[in-house]
C-alpha cells in the first residue's frame, strides 16, 4: 500500500520516465568521456598506457597490448592481451601499448569485487594477548570479591560477637553504623584495589608509546592492537616481489665474448667496458638503444628517467652503465622497420640504417630460441666467428646456469644485410651472438639479516608469491628462507590437497610458487585454524586483501600497496622493507613483556594488600590499611605503575626467544616465583610489625597505634616503589639497564617518593597517618630496598618454563629458566 502511494508523487514519476529512457539508449552509438562507475555490461572502453581497466572484459582490437596484472596475481611480469589471450580484470593496468575493451562484469561480481566480498565476512577477533588478559582480570577481581567479602564478614561477625559478649548487643549506637561501615567500605576499597582496572591503560599506554616509535621507523599502525599480536606472531607469509626484493629489475650478470661476468651496478661505470674492444662495445649498444620499445627520457634538470617495462628498463639501464647514449643511438642510426615483442615468437627485432650505409637486424628475446636463430657470434676483436655445436652448449650451459640464481636471461643478436632484394624484411636467421644478460630483482638490503633474526625469534618464514618456481626457490635461498630439508611447491599443487594434508604440509612449506589469491587465504586460515599458529601477511596488491584480512596481523606496503590491501592491514610499512616488519615483531615483544612486568608488580601489590587486611582482620578485628591508604596505593599500582613500565623500550634479546604461543599462559613461572618470592617478604614485613610493631620500634603513649600504622603503610608504599624497579626486567639481574634513559620511568618512581612524603606529612586527617621521624622513615625506605637483593636471589632460583621444542610448535619440553636464560 505504501508502495503504490508513494509511486502517485509528481517527481517520482518523472524520474521513473527518466530511468526507462536512460535504460533504452545508453552510450547514443557515440564515443564519450564517462565515469567510471557509470559502466554497465556491452559497453566498449578505449584504454591507452597508464590507463587502469575499470572492469571485467574481453579484448576487441589493439596494438602491442602489455597489462601489468601485479596488483590483482601478484605476477610480476606483464601479460601481452591478443585474440588468443582476451581477458582483461579490473584494478589491473595497462602498461604498453592500446586498444578497446568490451565489458563484460561491473561491480562486485568482477574479480575484483570477489576479492572484497571476502573482507567482509567474519568480525574482529579478539588477540592472543587480549584472550589472555581477559581471563587473568576475571581470576584476579573474583579472587579480590572472595576476600572482600571474607574481610567484610570476620569483622563484622567479631564486632558483632563481642558486642554481644559485652551484653550491648541491643543497644546500637550511630558509632556502631559508623563501624559496620567502615567495614563495608574496608571490603569495597579491597575490592577496587583488586580489580585490575589499570590493565587496559597499561595495555593501552605501552600500544600507544610503541605506536609513536615505530612511526618513526617507518611503520604506520592502523590497529593499537596489531603491535602486541605482531610480538606474539609464530609465522610470517611474505610476498616476494617489492617485500623481500627492491621491486627494480637490474642485469646482473652478462655472457659477452665468450665470459660470464658479474655487472657492478654501484659505480659510474661497468667494467665491461675496460674487457672489451670498442668495436664490440658499439656493437652492443646498438643492439640496446636501437631494439627496444622503451626509452630514455631526460627532464629540466637533467635527472634520466626511464619509462617501459621492468625488463626492458633494466636493459637500457646496463646500456647507460656501459657509458651510452640513447639519444645519440638513435640519432645516428635511422630505423626501417619493427617487429614489436610478440608472446608466441618471444622475440623483438628491428632493421635500422648505421650511419655508414650499412642495413643491420638486430633481435633480443628468450634465450633458447635467439641462440637456436644464430649460426656465429662476436668474438673480443668485433669479429665474427662460427658457433660450434660445443660452443652452443657452452652458452646453454651459462643460460641453465643464469636460470638457477633465479636471473631472467635475454640474448642479444644481430645480422648486417648485404643483399639488396632482404634490405626491407626482418630475417629470422643466421644471426650473430651479441651477449647473454641476466635480469633480476635484486633482494632489498638488510632483508637476509631480517630473515635471520627471525629465525633466532623462533619465527618461521615463508615466501608466498606469483612467480615460478624455479625463481621463488632461488630467491628464498638467497634470502635464507628455503632451507635443504624445507619444502617449496606450486599453488596448485597446494589447492589440490585435502585439509588434513594441508595441515601436514604447512610445518614443511617455505615457498610457495604460481599462488592465487585463493591459495594465500587458504594458507593462512589453516595456519591458523588447525596448527594454532599467530599468523603475520604481508601484501601489496588487490589479490592479497582476503590474506591480509584473515591474518592476526595484516602488514600492507605503503609504496607498491594498493589502496585495498591498505585498508585491509593492520600495520602500514611505509618502505616496503622486510626488515621493517622484524621491528614491528621486537616493539611487539616489548608490549606483551612489558604488559607482563606490570601484571607481575599488580599481583605482587594485590596479593599482599589483600593478605595483610584479611589476616590482620581474622586476628584483631581492624584493617591497618586504611581505604584512602589502599586508593593511593591502587594509584601507584594502576595508573603510574602503568605509566612507567609500558614505556620501557625494547632491546636485542628479545629477538632471541621463542614467539609466545596462543595457547600458552601469560602468567609464566617465572613471573609467579618472582611474585610469590616478593609478596612472602613483604607480608612477613608488614604481619610482624602489625602485631608486635610497637615492642620492635620501642613506640608508647597515646599515639603509638597511629605511629605504628603510619609507618606500616610507609613501609607498604616502599616495597612498592623499589618492587616497580625490579620489575623492570623479568629474569635479568642487571635491572638498572637503561633505567636514565627512560626518564618517564624515573619521573614517576620520584614522584611517587614526593607524593607519600605529603601524604604522611601533611594529610594526616585525610589519609589516617600521622608524621614520622628521620629514623622511622630511614628504616622504611631500608625495608623497601631489600626487595631489591631479595630479587636477585629470587631470580637465581631455576624455574621450568614450557616453550616449544621446535620452531614449528609442535610439542613442548620444561627447560631451566634463570637470569641468563634470555
Do not use: A, C, F, Y
Given at each position: 500500500m505504501f508502495v503504490w502511494e508513494a509511486l502517485h508523487d509528481l517527481t517520482l514519476i518523472i524520474l521513473i520516465i527518466c530511468a526507462v529512457l536512460s535504460i533504452a539508449v545508453i552510450r547514443d552509438g557515440i564515443r564519450q568521456k564517462v565515469s567510471i562507475y557509470d559502466l554497465v555490461v556491452g559497453d566498449i572502453v578505449h584504454l591507452s598506457i597508464g590507463d587502469q581497466v575499470p572492469a571485467d572484459g574481453i579484448f576487441i582490437s589493439g596494438y602491442n597490448m602489455l597489462i601489468d596484472q601485479s596488483s590483482l596475481t601478484g605476477e610480476s611480469v606483464p601479460i601481452d592481451i591478443c585474440e588468443k589471450r582476451p581477458f582483461l580484470l579490473a584494478g589491473t593496468k595497462v602498461q604498453d601499448g592500446s586498444g578497446k575493451m568490451l565489458v563484460t562484469t561491473v561491480g562486485m561480481r568482477t574479480e575484483w569485487g570477489k576479492l572484497?566480498?571476502?573482507?567482509?565476512?567474519?568480525?574482529?577477533?579478539?588477540?592472543?594477548?587480549?584472550?589472555?588478559?581477559?581471563?587473568v582480570a576475571t581470576i584476579i577481581g573474583k579472587i579480590g570479591l572472595v576476600f572482600a567479602v571474607l574481610t567484610f564478614l570476620v569483622l563484622t561477625v567479631r564486632f558483632l560477637v563481642g558486642k554481644g559478649l559485652r551484653h550491648e548487643f541491643t543497644r546500637w549506637s550511630s558509632g556502631d553504623a559508623l563501624k559496620l561501615l567502615n567495614y563495608f567500605a574496608t571490603a569495597v576499597t579491597i575490592i577496587v584495589v583488586a580489580v585490575p582496572e589499570g590493565l587496559p591503560l597499561a595495555v593501552t599506554l605501552s600500544l600507544a608509546f610503541a605506536m609513536k616509535k615505530l612511526m618513526n621507523d617507518k611503520a604506520l599502525v592502523r590497529h593499537l592492537s596489531a603491535c602486541e599480536t605482531m610480538g606474539s606472531a609464530t609465522c610470517i607469509c611474505t610476498d616476494k616481489t617489492g617485500t623481500l626484493t627492491t621491486n627494480h629489475m637490474v642485469v646482473s650478470k652478462t655472457w659477452v665474448c665468450g665470459k660470464a661476468k658479474e655487472v657492478n651496478n654501484t659505480g659510474p661505470k661497468d667494467s665491461l667496458v675496460n674487457?672489451?674492444?670498442e668495436d664490440v662495445l658499439n656493437v652492443l649498444l646498438q643492439a640496446i638503444f636501437n631494439n627496444t620499445g622503451s626509452e630514455v627520457v631526460k627532464d629540466k634538470d637533467g635527472k634520466t628517467t626511464i619509462l617501459g617495462t621492468p625488463t626492458e628498463a633494466a636493459i637500457l639501464e646496463y646500456g647507460l652503465l656501459l657509458g651510452g647514449d640513447f639519444e645519440e643511438q638513435r640519432s645516428i642510426c635511422k630505423m626501417l622497420k619493427v617487429e614489436p615483442f610478440n608472446s608466441e615468437k618471444k622475440t623483438m627485432s628491428v632493421l635500422v640504417a648505421l650511419p655508414d650505409g650499412k642495413i643491420r637486424a638486430f633481435c633480443k628475446g628468450a634465450s633458447e630460441i635467439i641462440v637456436k636463430m644464430c649460426y656465429s657470434s662476436i668474438n673480443g676483436n668485433g669479429e665474427t666467428v662460427p658457433l660450434?655445436?660445443?660452443?652452443?652448449?657452452?652458452?646453454?650451459?651459462?643460460?641453465n646456469g643464469f636460470a638457477n640464481e633465479a636471473l631472467r636471461t635475454l640474448c642479444l643478436a644481430y645480422k648486417d644485410i648485404n643483399d639488396d632484394s632482404n634490405k626491407n624484411s626482418i630475417p629470422d636467421s643466421a644471426y650473430t651472438l651479441i651477449a647473454v644478460v641476466g635480469i633480476k630483482d635484486p633482494i632489498r638490503p638488510g632483508v637476509k639479516e631480517a630473515v635471520k633474526t627471525c629465525l633466532a625469534a623462533g619465527i618461521t618464514v615463508r615466501m608466498v608469491t606469483g612467480d615460478n618456481i624455479n625463481t621463488a626457490k632461488a630467491i628464498a635461498k638467497e634470502c635464507g628462507i628455503l632451507l635443504d630439508d624445507d619444502l617449496a611447491i606450486e599453488g596448485s599443487d597446494f589447492r589440490q590437497k585435502t585439509p588434513e594434508e594441508m595441515s601436514q604440509l604447512i610445518p614443511k612449506l617455505k615457498v610457495m610458487a604460481r599462488s592465487s589469491p585463493t591459495d594465500?587465504?587458504?594458507?593462512?586460515?589453516?595456519a591458523r585454524n588447525s596448527l594454532r599458529e599467530v599468523v603475520a601477511v604481508t601484501g601489496d596488491g588487490t589479490n592479497d586483501a582476503p590474506a591480509l584480512h584473515e591474518a592476526d596481523i595484516g602488514l600492507a606496503m605503503g609504496i607498491s600497496g594498493t589502496e585495498v590491501a591498505k585498508e585491509s592491514a593492520d600495520v602500514i610499512v611505509l618502505d616496503d622493507n622486510f626488515a621493517t616488519i622484524v621491528n614491528v615483531a621486537k616493539w611487539g615483544r616489548s608490549v606483551y613483556i612489558n604488559i607482563q612486568k606490570f601484571v607481575q608488580f599488580q599481583l605482587t601489590v594485590n596479593i599482599v594488600a589483600l593478605m595483610i587486611n584479611f589476616i590482620s582482620a581474622c586476628a584483631s578485628g581492624s584493617a591497618p590499611l586504611t581505604a584512602v591508604q589502599l586508593l593511593w596505593v591502587n594509584l601507584i599500582m594502576d595508573t603510574l605503575g602503568a605509566l612507567a613500565l609500558a614505556t620501557e623500550p625494547p632491546h636485542d634479546g628479545l629477538m632471541r626467544r621463542r614467539p609466545v604461543g596462543r595457547t600458552e599462559s601469560f602468567i609464566t613461572r617465572t613471573m609467579w616465583r618472582n611474585i610469590i618470592g616478593q609478596s612472602i617478604y613483604q607480608l612477613a614485613v608488614l604481619l610482624v610489625l602489625n602485631f608486635v610493631g610497637k615492642q620492635i620500634l620501642g613506640l608508647r603513649g597515646s599515639d603509638s597505634t597511629a605511629v605504628v600504622n603510619t609507618f606500616i603503610f610507609n613501609t607498604f608504599v616502599f616495597c612498592q616503589v623499589f618492587n616497580e624497579i625490579n620489575s623492570r626486567d623479568i629474569e635479568k639481574i642487571n635491572i638498572f639497564r637503561g633505567i636514565l634513559g627512560n626518564w618517564i620511568f624515573t619521573v614517576i618512581i620520584v614522584s611517587t617518593v614526593v607524593f607519600q612524603v605529603i601524604i604522611v606529612e601533611f594529610l594526616g586527617t585525610f589519609a589516617s597517618t600521622v608524621p614520622l621521624n628521620w629514623q622511622l622513615w630511614l628504616l622504611s625506605v631500608l625495608l623497601g630496598a631489600i626487595s631489591m637483593p631479595i630479587a636477585v636471589v629470587l631470580k637465581c632460583i631455576p624455574v621450568g618454563r614450557i616453550i616449544a621444542t621446535d620452531k614449528h610448535h609442535d610439542g613442548y619440553d620444561l627447560l631451566p629458566s634463570g637470569p641468563d636464560l634470555a
Open positions: 572484497m566480498e571476502t573482507l567482509s565476512e567474519g568480525g574482529e577477533d579478539e588477540t592472543p594477548l587480549q584472550v589472555k588478559l581477559n581471563g674487457d672489451i674492444s660450434s655445436e660445443e660452443q652452443v652448449r657452452n652458452v646453454m650451459d651459462v643460460i594465500k587465504h587458504v594458507l593462512v586460515k589453516t
